[in-house]
Antibody
């Protein structure tokens, strides 16, 4: 069964960066797009951006332009999201979500989430 | 930027039909998806491309999309359907609605 295995919880200082990983276990990697979606405590879902590994193309929500980097390593079937200049408002659970064969932005598979806490 | 609007909460009695709306400019010209999220869990896709159900999603979940409004309908609502529901569309990126808390009481 295909799973998205995400990296563990992180505690970061304001102004620093965090890099979260998402490894595909038991399935194909390159044929799908991968997105990152975050959820602040008690809040809704917010799309950060996505990447299509086979094309090595990525796009981002305007809110995160210039502050986020999304990459994919096809050799290890792993996608990464790095967010810089962290502030307390970035405290959230960060989800990795895989697109489907019907559409890159139809999120048919999700990771369990990685909690990122930004605090001094 | 594009925005999707959902009611914050909807209540329904067990066995009745629940309808959750999602409004956005010209939404009917785009594809809408719906996700269910229970406390402490990751979101789960329940409807995509307006009306399609992924494998394993019960038939009581259905969707429609026309004009400026997409609707998720749950027929014969069960207690296990109590959750937050989010609509989603693509417009120069991905946009989620603010979410609707469905209470079954």
């Amino acid at each position: 069964q295909v799973q998205l295995v995400q990296s563990g919880a992180e505690m970061k200082m304001p102004g620093s960066s965090v890099k979260v990983s998402c490894e595909v276990s038991g399935g194909s990697f390159s044929n799908y797009a991968f997105s990152w979606v975050r959820q602040a405590p008690g809040q809704g879902l917010e799309w950060i951006g996505g990447i299509i590994p086979i094309l090595d193309t990525s796009n981002f929500a305007q809110t995160f332009q210039g502050r986020v980097t999304i990459t994919a390593d096809r050799s290890t079937s792993t996608a990464y999201m790095e967010l810089s200049s962290l502030r307390s408002e970035d405290t959230a659970v960060y989800y990795c979500a895989r697109g489907s064969l019907e559409g890159n932005w139809i999120f048919s598979l999700w990771g369990r989430g990685s909690l990122v806490t930004v605090s001094s | 930027s594009y925005a999707l609007t959902q009611p914050p909460s909807v209540s329904v009695s067990p066995g009745q039909t629940a309808s959750i709306t999602c409004s956005g400019e010209g939404l009917g010209d785009k594809y809408a998806s719906w996700y269910q999220q229970k406390p402490g869990q990751s979101p789960l896709l329940v409807i995509y491309q307006d009306i399609k159900r992924p494998s394993g999603i019960p038939e009581r979940f259905s969707g429609s999309n026309s004009g400026n409004t997409a609707t998720l309908t749950i027929s014969g609502t069960q207690a296990m359907d109590e959750a937050d529901y989010y609509c989603q569309a693509s417009d120069n990126g991905v946009v989620f609605g603010g979410g609707t808390k469905l209470t079954v009481l």
